[in-house]
């Protein structure tokens, strides 16, 4: 029988009951349509799992009783990929981040750069990072995470560049004489650095390389925006992460 597996930002612990959020209560009642007394899964991003049963069904609120928490943890990832990524329009950009997320990115800077064809003023701009934390929830509720993946505030690439805490990182670039397993082996995290359609500007390569960036290609094709940072990140994974 499939466990249903939902998220709830609120403290969880065994013999407490919690009233769901509206959206992931609406998505168990009338999506799934289960009724009290149903078993399903929740995490709120301490690392664990925890089984719980639907308690109360009803239009005023639904509820859920915690059971137990579900050994064992999530273990520490060996290697923390940190994704900075140039905003692509709409859909491309939820699935870069959605499947990013699956496949196990530390955390998500979306950046604004010469060649980003979407702006995001104010209130747009929270109401899009709203969106954009949905799909990370989502992500780690198919995947099985139990660490939320940190969404950064949008920022400007010559910004984060200036005001990172640590230098360096990986470049991906078509042009780059480098292929990604000729680099040196990170030690415990990297950044991976990837520009919006139609990538990084001329001047934008040479600022990322000026703060310790090193250009890295994938093989002999350009890859679109959406693709690029999943077979990156699945590289990555395969040379130096947990895919190991």
């Excluded at 709830?8 to 013999?15: H, N, S, V």
């Excluded at 750069?113 to 003023?121: A, G, I, W």
Aim: proline share 6%.
């Amino acid at each position: 029988m499939q466990q249903h597996r939902i998220y709830t930002g609120q403290p969880l612990q065994p013999g407490v009951v919690v009233i769901l959020e509206e959206s992931p209560a609406r998505h168990l009642t009338q999506v799934l349509r289960l009724k009290a007394g149903a078993e399903i899964t929740l995490f709120n991003g301490d690392g664990h799992d925890y089984s719980a049963r639907l308690n109360e069904v009803s239009r005023r609120a639904t509820s859920a009783q915690v059971d137990r928490c579900l050994e064992p943890a999530e273990a520490p990832a060996p290697l923390q990929i940190h994704l900075a990524i140039g905003i692509s329009r709409g859909e491309r950009m939820d699935f870069a981040i959605q499947k990013a997320v699956e496949l196990g990115v530390a955390d998500i800077t979306p950046l604004i750069t010469e060649r980003c064809q979407v702006r995001l003023p104010g209130e747009r701009q929270e109401k899009r990072l709203q969106h954009w934390q949905q799909v990370i929830i989502a992500a780690c509720e198919q995947s099985g995470r139990r660490y939320i993946p940190a969404l950064n505030h949008v920022m400007e690439l010559n910004e984060w560049l200036r005001h990172r805490v640590t230098r360096g990182g990986i470049l991906l670039d078509h042009r780059a004489e480098s292929a990604l397993h000729e680099l040196p082996p990170p030690s415990g995290e990297v950044t991976l650095l990837i520009g919006p359609e139609g990538g990084l500007s001329g001047d934008e390569r040479e600022q990322a390389t000026a703060t310790g960036f090193n250009g890295a290609r994938l093989g002999p094709r350009v890859l679109r925006t959406e693709t690029a940072p999943l077979a990156a990140i699945a590289a990555i994974q395969t040379l130096w992460g947990d895919f190991r």
